[in-house]
């Protein structure tokens, strides 16, 4: 069996910009993701990362991947459900039961969409509630469409689906949305936008599928607002099965700690990206890239000092 100098696990700019940097450390290394860019795919429209004056997260990661295949580096869609600790590195196990060793880990596994916690909004996923914009938008062509939230995430969402649905609610529990500049001004200047501030969703209406919701507080006199799609962009939550697998040392919200190097808790395992507590917990792609670049050299470091 081959064994890595590195195991990288995930498939965001974090987990590719690793890859890009071991591959010119020579690190022997393997990349293995569940999904393509994570989170970042969500966003039609990013336009702070430097020298992409406006580009979609796809099209972002897409260009990255591009960049690690063209390096020959393994790339391996699938999903590390186990990790073991042996006496000189890790066993991960994938959901089709490969088993990959490797002196050293990355965890790059970012973040899942938070949901909503209210009453059926499982049983309308897919019928009318979704988390991703860019995904889902086109259901909903000439229809009414809310959007629950008040960062970036919600607004870049609203932003989008104004292009495509009929009339785009965004529902946010307080009196000033928040985030970008940019992103609310649009906001504000967007004719089919329609921010309802100081309020939340109470109930889901629907028989099969979701055509309405309860509104906590009235809007324009009513507390029903007919729509036929709900997205919820709310932010997300990090990853939590391998952190936990491994017993790393994670904040109240579960977010790995990690020191300047990226390094965790314990020895040979790092993180990068969305899913640590780094940057500030700043989460934007440019943060995750670096915080991937740092991990890979002290890895380097690491190796080199412990062949
Ligand atoms: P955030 O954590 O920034 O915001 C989550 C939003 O959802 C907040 O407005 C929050 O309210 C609200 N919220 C949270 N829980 C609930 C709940 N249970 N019910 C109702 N509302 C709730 O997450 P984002 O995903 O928006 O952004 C994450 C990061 O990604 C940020 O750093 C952002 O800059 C970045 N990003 C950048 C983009 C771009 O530039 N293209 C696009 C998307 C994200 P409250 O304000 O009260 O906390």
Redesign the pocket.
Known sequence: MTKYDLIIIGAGPAAYTASIYASRYKLRHIVVGEKLGG?AI??D????FPSEEEIS?INLIKKMEKQVKNLKINILNSKIIDIKETEDGFYSTTENEEKINSKTVLLATGTKS?K??INDENKFIGRGISYCATCDALFYQNKNVAV?????????ASLYLSKIAKRVYQ????DK????PT?IEQIKKNKKIDVIYNN??QKLMGDKTLDGIILERPYQGNKSLEIDGLFV????TPNGLLPNKLKLDQDKQGYINVDNSQQTSLRRVWAAGDVTTASNK???IITACSEGAIAAESIFNFIQKNQ
Do not use: H, M, P
């Open positions: 989170l969500e966003t429209k990013i336009c702070n997260g938070r909503l916690e629950i939230g008040g960062s970036d995430s919600a607004q870049v529902i946010y529990r307080k949305l928040r985030g970008d992103w939340n969703v962009k709310i932010g997300s700043f989460k934007q």
